[in-house]
T-cell receptor, first 110, second 112 residues
Framework: ELKVEQNPLFLSMQEGKNYTIYCNYS?????LYWYRQDPGKSLESLFV?????AVKQEGRLMASLDTKARLSTLHITAAVHDLSATYFC??????????FGAGTILRVKS | DSGVTQTPKHLITATGQRVTLRCSPR?????VYWYQQSLDQGLQFLIQ???????AKGNILERFSAQQFPDLHSELNLSSLELGDSALYFC???????????FGPGTRLTVL
């Protein structure tokens, strides 16, 4: 059974700083997803990582996948207030079931 | 906007009641998934339908059931509601297995 752990669960950052959110998973995952959720809103897909060594970047966010270490990271560069949200990583089990981490609440302070 | 629609947006009901949540997938998507998001359990997969057939089951209670209709919309039925069923229920859709899932806006259920 796939289990996904994120850390930290809460992150308070100053604007302009860099930080990394870590996502560990317990068994083989078909792929790894990162989602963003604003309070009371839906899940917005950020990245889909399909293979070992995959790296994707969008604006100030960069995600990577190391399948051997069973680790994905979401790196935030020069944080801005608009990045404040909850970020989830999710593994995929059996090709259809998303297994989510607990989420990382990110607060960017100006 | 993901293209997945869910109704209603909010639902307030009492313990013991039954409710139905509705989901319309993106055009062309054959798979529909239901997830529950609550403070204590986080985001959990409930059930998947593919082209009208149940395909995968997760942590779905026996009091809950779902179906997918010929027009591919899906309904999640929750009965004998308890306080602990209060949560945000998301529907997602994808073309098929191994494809990216796109999430709807969710239905917030409050059981009083």
């Amino acid at each position: 059974e796939l289990k996904v752990e994120q850390n930290p669960l809460f992150l308070s950052m100053q604007e302009g700083k860099n930080y990394t959110i870590y996502c560990n998973y317990s068994t083989t995952s078909d792929r790894l997803y990162w989602y963003r959720q604003d309070p009371g809103k839906s899940l917005e897909s950020l990245f889909v990582l399909l293979s070992n060594g995959a790296v994707k970047q969008e604006g100030r966010l960069m995600a990577s996948l190391d399948t051997k270490a069973r680790l994905s990271t979401l790196h935030i560069t020069a944080a801005v207030h608009d990045l404040s949200a909850t970020y989830f990583c999710a593994g995929m089990e059996y090709g259809n079931k998303l297994v989510f981490g607990a989420g990382t609440i990110l607060r960017v302070k100006s | 906007d993901s293209g997945v629609t869910q109704t209603p947006k909010h639902l307030i009901t009492a313990t013991g009641q039954r409710v139905t949540l509705r989901c319309s997938p993106r055009s062309g998507d054959l798979s529909v998934y239901w997830y529950q998001q609550s403070l204590d359990q986080g985001l959990q997969f409930l059930i998947q339908y593919y082209n009208g057939e149940e395909r995968a089951k997760g942590n779905i209670l026996e009091r809950f059931s779902a179906q997918q209709f010929p027009d591919l919309h899906s309904e999640l039925n929750l009965s004998s509601l308890e306080l602990g069923d209060s949560a945000l229920y998301f529907c997602a859709s994808s073309v098929a297995d191994y494809n990216e899932q796109f999430f709807g806006p969710g239905t917030r259920l409050t059981v009083l």
